[in-house]
């Protein structure tokens, strides 16, 4: 990744991912709709004496991009999927960036949500990913051992 700037934790949750980049000294931006999970993981930064920048923020609001304005390096998307919101993201990410996008398998169907396997297909994933230079898609682990 070339890009600098920060990363940002789209739908952060509880802020797992995030939290491991920013205590490796990265500069992290944490969105989520939740304002609970905004002051969680406000409360695990101030705890480990790292900055702060948590954004309340409803992705799924339908009044425009709610990326207007942001630029990232990265964005860390896992357990979420709002496909109105893929031509926002592309955009938000500095040339030079990384997505970092863990979503649905064909698999899903099986353990619960989605329950259908055409919101799981990598070919729905390319389409939403478009406009990236580059987006090799990891369609599950390899078997192994």
């Known amino acids: ?3 600098r700037g920060p990363i940002v934790d789209l739908a952060c949750g ?9 205590r490796l000294g990265l500069p992290v931006v944490f ?24 954004w309340h923020v409803d992705l799924e609001a339908g009044t425009g991009n709610p990326l207007a304005g942001r630029r990232f390096a990265a964005a860390l998307v896992f357990r979420y999927l709002h496909r109105p919101l893929m031509p926002y993201l592309i955009a938000s990410i500095l040339p030079g960036g990384l997505v ?3 979503t649905f398998t064909l698999r899903n169907p099986e353990y619960g949500r989605p329950a259908t396997r055409t919101s799981c297909s990598a ?17 599950g682990l390899p078997p192994g051992p």
Do not use: K
Request: proline letters at 4%; charged letters at 25%; a negative charge.
């Open 1 to 3: 990744m070339s890009a």
């Open 14 to 22: 509880s802020g797992r991912n995030g939290l491991f980049l920013a």
């Open 31 to 54: 969105a989520d709709h939740s304002q609970e999970a905004s002051e969680s993981v406000a409360g695990e930064l101030h705890a480990h004496g790292l900055p702060d920048e948590t």
């Open 100 to 102: 970092v996008y863990e």
């Open 123 to 139: 070919r729905r994933a390319r389409h939403a990913l478009r406009g990236l230079d580059h987006a090799p898609l990891l369609r």
